[in-house]
DNA sequence: CTCGCCACCTGGGGGC
DNA sequence: TGCCCCCAGGTGGCGA
């Protein structure tokens, strides 16, 4: 599930559900997920959760002497639930909040739980991180000045969190599809005018997935857990062999750092 | 520094 | 039905 669009609805729809609520119970069920979930992280009784923000990926939640590092990996969810709700398999970890209850569930427990009480921004895993593709820091001449080291093709590129944060494997092909640009391409062969096409691409393509991402989320985080809409908005993601809906085209597949990319050879260039 | 690759983990789907 | 292989929305860490 989770790049960022769904991380941030996430974030919208579980901001105003704990902002302001006291934690009243922990409960970790499996403590192996990516790294071990921290004793402290079993403390937090007692605390208030001011806010619930996110920095690429990671969703922080403010307990104002500290903040909870929430990453959910490759299969990671979290609901709102009613306290006593069964925990079913894979279902690691809750945050109580008296009558709410707010639960990871994690399959594959490629995600994280984490706890830090210095400040957030400078924890190891958010320290490095790159820019914000949404905010104004990613522009045509930023992208243009991040790639000129780089000789990787652009796909793999930006898919590197230490340069934009955010973009998964889904959204670098969409992006680069709505760009035209061929996912193999060279990040320092671009030019500034493709920089700022690609760039505007990554904002258009996010927002609109976070829109459509919107309804169905809002129920995947308080109740049911179905996937969103943004799959049949899906341009070349998982399309291979099928048409291109601009031009006709069968798309292709290819591999690039173990992970397939999408693209429609006649569009991308 | 950058890069290429492996690792972590479970489950679903297809071929035989 | 079972087995085996491939694939999956992430990303830290390794050696070159």
Redesign the pocket.
Known sequence: ??????VEVTRRGLAPQLAGRVISAVEVREP?L?WPVPQAVRKLAGRTVRAVLRR???LLVDCGDGHLIL?????GSLRMLAPGTPAQ??DHFDLVLGDRVLRLRD????GAVLWTKDAVHAH??LA??GIEPLSRALDPARLYALTR?????IK??L?????I????????SESLFRAGIDPRT???RLSLARCARLAKAIKDILRAAIRA?GSSLRDYVGANGE??E??SRHRV??REGQLCRSCGAKIR?L?Q????SYYCPRCQK
Not at 71 to 75: A, P, Q, V
Not at 159 to 163: A, E, F, L, P, V
Not at 257 to 260: A, I, V, Y
Request: charged letters at 25%.
């Open positions: 599930m989770p790049e960022l669009p769904e192996r990516r690429g990926k990671y990453h959910l990996g490759m299969s398999k894979h399959p594959r427990r490629f190891p895993l490095n991180l080291k780089h000789r990787a093709p793999q590129f898919m590197d969190g230490r340069r944060v955010g973009v998964g494997n889904i959204y670098a060279p990040a320092n991402g996937h969103g943004a799959q993601y998982e597949r591999v750092g173990q992970r397939s």
